[in-house]
């Protein structure tokens, strides 16, 4: 079992930056692949990063590869998501996600998921 809870979010202007973490609880955190995935209004759940157990492989949906980046701490049972160059189609509420998986891009691959954190980037 594994509780994820998300921070960080918030109202910014395109352009801006913003990072949000993950603290995880429980057991095993460095066995699961870690992901953000995020919801607009309206929109499906959509796939954002995700990242190894041991952060050596990651990948990102193609809007938003080289202005996102996902780490992870092990020893802190951590997951971030540093967001740069915000643009007002990123507007979502964001959500991190655990799977017991190798690795894993696809929601119904996770197990755990947080509460979401609301992200708003205005023009």
């Known amino acids: 079992q594994v509780q994820l809870v998300e921070s960080g979010g918030g109202l910014v202007q395109a352009g801006d930056s913003l990072r949000l973490s993950c603290a995880a609880s429980?057991?095993?955190?460095?066995?699961?692949?870690m992901g953000w995935f995020r919801q607009a209004p309206g929109r499906q759940h959509e796939f954002v990063a995700a990242?190894?157990?041991?952060?050596?492989?990651?990948e990102y949906e193609d809007s938003v590869k080289g202005r996102f980046s996902i780490a992870r701490d092990n020893a802190k049972n951590t997951v971030s998501l540093q967001m740069d160059s915000l643009k007002p189609e990123d507007t979502a509420v964001y959500y991190c996600?655990?799977?017991?998986?190798?690795?894993?891009?696809?929601?119904?691959?996770?197990?755990?998921w947080g509460q979401g954190t609301q992200v708003t980037v205005s023009s």
């Open positions: 996600a655990a799977a017991a998986a190798v690795f894993a891009t696809h929601s119904g691959e996770y197990n755990y």
């Open positions: 990242i190894s157990w041991r952060g050596m492989r990651t």
């Open positions: 429980g057991r095993a955190f460095n066995r699961y692949t």
